[in-house]
């Protein structure tokens, strides 16, 4: 569990033995991109092996949470929808398996989304769309949403939630969570220094776009690739290096963020040493 903190340990252990009091585990994980809120909604799964469920937030998909419309089927006038990542888990938890829904980037959402979620909170149960009620059973159920903090969610909403802030690493435990992902490949202190410096100088600019520690880490065993196999041409460490840091965008989105900064240089010495 790379991501987890002590704090994170301890949330994790107090959610699940809510869930397993029948008293329903609701969290909001809050906090910037790269605290590694959607790992620990996959270490709840582990931890009560069941089967995670997953819905990405989005405006005007809130009915995809529950179902979406089988086009095939109506036509065949066979299936006229599907059972969404809520409708899963809910059956799920009702027939005796544990199971998770995480709700990543609630925030993205549209504010009738907080209202769509509150009976789905509060009552463990909605309407299906020929009228039937679809119930969960909190004992075997986690619900688990994610924001980065585009908006606020409705105080209807946060009142059903446990509300824990996930702040990103410090700089000691990023260079733990970056040479674990990497697994047997050396990562050079100077190299992630470097690496981390990028990544912050593009957090500052747009949060949203700062690179993942899996980013980092695999942006650093290929510059690490490109020592071993001799490639010097600077063109291409840029390119390289850009590929992973950059969401939108190429090297010169770094040259933006790190004026007067030879960084590519700088990769290259450090893989190098």
């Known amino acids: 569990m790379y991501f987890f903190s002590p704090e994170l340990e301890i949330f994790l252990d107090l959610a699940v033995a809510r869930m397993r009091r ?5 969290l909001l994980l809050q906090g910037p991109p790269g605290g590694g809120k959607t790992a620990f909604a996959k270490a709840v799964a582990e931890k009560i092996e069941g089967i995670l469920h997953y819905y990405v937030g989005a405006p005007d998909k809130e009915r995809n949470l529950l179902y979406e419309v089988d086009v095939s089927g109506v036509l ?23 199971a998770v829904l995480l709700i990543d980037e609630v925030d993205k959402t549209n504010q009738g989304f907080d209202a769509f979620l ?35 969610l409705r105080p209807e909403v946060l009142r059903r939630c446990q509300r824990v ?26 190299l992630l220094s470097v690496l981390f410096r990028i990544a912050d100088a593009l957090r500052k600019a747009d949060s949203e776009l700062a690179p993942s520690p899996k980013e980092i880490a695999l942006c650093a065993c290929d510059l690490l690739r490109l ?3 001799g490639t010097d041409e600077m063109v291409i460490w840029r390119e390289v290096a850009a590929s992973w840091l950059v ?5 010169s989105v770094i040259d933006d963020a790190l004026p007067q900064y030879r960084w590519a240089r ?8």
């Not at 899963?88 to 544990?98: K, L, N, P, V």
């Not at 009552?123 to 119930?135: A, C, L, M, N």
């Not at 702040?167 to 490949?185: C, M, S, T, W, Y």
């Open 227 to 229: 020592t071993a196999i």
């Open 118 to 152: 509150l009976r789905l909170l509060e009552e463990w149960t909605f309407r299906s769309p020929d009228g039937d009620e679809v119930k969960a059973n909190p004992s075997k159920l986690v619900v688990i949403l994610t924001s980065n903090g585009r908006r606020e």
């Open 165 to 190: 802030y996930v702040p990103l690493p410090d700089k000691k435990r990023l260079f733990e969570i970056v040479r674990q992902i990497a697994g047997g490949i050396v990562l050079p202190d100077g």
């Open 266 to 273: 700088a990769l290259r010495t450090e893989a190098q040493r």
């Open 247 to 251: 969401k939108n965008g190429g090297p």
């Open 22 to 26: 029948g008293q329903g585990a609701v």
């Open 76 to 98: 065949r006038r066979q299936n006229a929808w599907v059972l969404g990542p809520a409708w899963q888990a809910f059956a799920e938890s009702t027939a005796g398996r544990h």
